[in-house]
């Protein structure tokens, strides 16, 4: 009878063990990334079918709100009672030439964070985030702000970085949706939110970078001026923000044949240590994969695509914008338009980034349904369904436009561009952005304004011209400078069907191209949402 107990005890403490490592283990994505000899105007991306690997938790992870430990209470939980008076709400204003009208973006501080920011001697009102100087040191010294974008994640997203920063202090603020606040309040009460407008709450993370980059450069030059009044030159002011994903979870150090886990403060304080590192418009790292030990270093850095981890010089990036409509591949099209503006991106070869799976949140919860449900349980909605022909009787869906664009496009940007599907020869050709038109169709970015940094496209003969909302830069005399194939397909998008038509006549591009009434699209939108149309032709 006791050999039978101790053998179940045995077994419950095999299990028992099993459960807590399981618990130290983390399923990160593991795949290859556009490598550093291949050309950042040129990019293959398709839909988000990664490979993961499990690994352990190191003690510089990132953590979501399920950890709990006797260092990190204070930073992620607040006291006993948490009132509303523990919270200062402040309005702080953005304008930018893409918007109509000037935002009122909403912070919501935790008094116990108030010293990160400038408020007015009067009223109490909210002028600047502080930052510092270039020439600043200290061993415990983090000179970037940490925006972190986040929806549907309040349980589950990598918020808690105290561990990753060595409990060194920082200023890190979650940007979230207005009908989420209330919940990333609840779960995160010690963190810093910036709210964005209700007109955002079915944006994408296009808008909140977007967002992020206006409302730091604003604060840049609210900085500068007062930082100039005390007597220091502008220059000297700190001009980098970090953009970073809230399923960062492990940051690696790479030396030849090794791979050491390493804190987020490491890897900051190396970046901005660089020297003359104000000169860069961006600075990023690698992302993990299993590969990378057994590979060697081939150079310290990259000037390549730099994602989920992007150390931002808003100075030198003020005439580049992140598209404020889009849900994915934002990260890619600003790159390459930074590129093309002759901008400097380096990517550390010798760190790289860990990216937890989450299986929730994130743009992938955006649901699409009909407008007019007519069952309960209405039957799935495939993207190829995302478009319809105007005027037609389609089931119109309740989703915003771009968003449908964009998942049709990647889904089904094969049928769109036959004569591109695994032709790596003849690309398609895009002007002024990026859209991923799925694995099978190589893109070829180029950019359209003066002086631009372009990729050599002669003796190219391309299979495709993608035009996104092409605005007046785009003219006929550039696109005569490209030749196409024979059948070779072209996309116009616009924002409404005058627009469309406009656009056709002013790029004289039936004198090429050939049109039928039948390639005529619009999302599956009603017109009060304000669909995107399309028109597809053949080249003559």
């Not at 790292?285 to 931002?312: G, Y």
């Not at 032709?423 to 895009?430: E, G, R």
């Not at 070779?488 to 998008?493: D, M, P």
């Amino acid at each position: 009878m006791l050999v039978g107990k101790t053998g179940a005890y045995l077994h419950f403490l095999r299990v028992l063990f099993r459960m807590l490592i399981r618990l130290q283990e983390v399923e990160v994505y593991d795949e290859d990334e556009l490598g550093a000899g291949q050309s950042s105007e040129s990019k293959q991306e398709g839909p988000a079918k990664h490979g993961t690997m499990s690994v352990m938790l190191t003690k510089f992870a990132a953590h979501n709100a399920f950890h709990h430990c006797d260092q990190c209470h204070h930073y992620r939980e607040a006291g006993p009672v948490t009132q509303v008076s523990d919270y200062t709400f402040h309005s702080y204003t953005v304008s930018s030439p893409r918007l109509a009208e000037e935002l009122q973006l909403h912070f919501l501080i935790p008094k116990s964070k108030e010293h990160h920011f400038i408020f007015s001697q009067q009223g109490r009102h909210l002028e600047s985030i502080r930052l510092p100087l270039v020439s600043d040191k200290g061993p415990d010294l983090l000179k970037s702000p940490i925006f972190t974008p986040t929806r549907g994640r309040q349980e589950h997203g990598l918020l808690n970085i105290f561990h990753a920063m060595e409990g060194a202090a920082h200023l890190h603020i979650l940007v979230v949706k207005e009908y989420e606040m209330p919940l990333y309040r609840k779960y995160w009460p010690n963190h810093i939110l910036l709210v964005l407008p209700a007109a955002f709450n079915s944006s994408g993370v296009g808008a909140a970078r977007f967002l992020i980059k206006e409302l730091s450069h604003h604060n840049l030059e609210r900085e500068r001026s007062r930082q100039e009044a005390q007597g220091r030159r502008r220059k000297d002011v700190w001009p980098f923000v970090v953009m970073m994903d809230d399923s960062c979870v492990l940051w690696n150090a790479h030396q030849p044949e090794e791979q050491s886990s390493v804190s987020l403060k490491a890897v900051l304080q190396h970046l901005e240590a660089t020297p003359k590192i104000t000169l860069y418009a961006l600075c990023g790292v690698r992302k993990w994969s299993s590969q990378l030990t057994a590979r060697r270093l081939a150079s310290p850095f990259s000037r390549c695509h730099l994602h989920h981890f992007v150390m931002l010089n808003v100075d030198l990036t003020q005439n580049v914008q992140y598209d404020l409509n889009r849900y994915t591949c934002e990260e890619v099209d600003f790159n390459l338009q930074a590129h093309s503006s002759g901008l400097l991106l380096c990517r550390f070869n010798s760190f790289s980034l860990m990216k937890k799976r989450i299986p929730s949140g994130g743009h992938r919860d955006f649901s699409v349904t009909p407008k007019i449900l007519v069952s309960e349980s209405p039957a799935p909605i495939s993207p190829s369904q995302y478009v319809c022909a105007p005027d037609s009787e389609h089931v119109l869906l309740a989703a915003p436009p771009h968003f449908l664009l964009e998942k049709f496009l990647q889904h089904s940007g094969h049928r769109l561009f036959p004569k591109a599907v695994r032709n790596h020869s003849h690309p398609v050709l895009s002007i002024d952005s990026y859209l991923n038109i799925g694995p099978e169709v190589l893109v070829c970015y180029m950019s359209s304004r003066p002086q631009s940094v372009c990729v050599d496209h002669r003796g190219v003969v391309f299979s495709g011209l993608l035009l996104y909302l092409a605005d007046s830069f785009v003219v006929p005399s550039l696109l005569s400078k490209f030749r196409f194939l024979k059948g070779a397909t072209l996309c116009v998008i616009s924002q409404d069907r005058s627009s469309l038509r406009q656009t056709i006549v002013r790029l004289e591009l039936e004198d090429e191209w050939q049109f039928r009434l039948r390639d005529e699209f619009q999302t599956a939108n009603c017109s009060e949402d304000q669909p995107l149309y399309f028109l597809t032709g053949r080249h003559i």
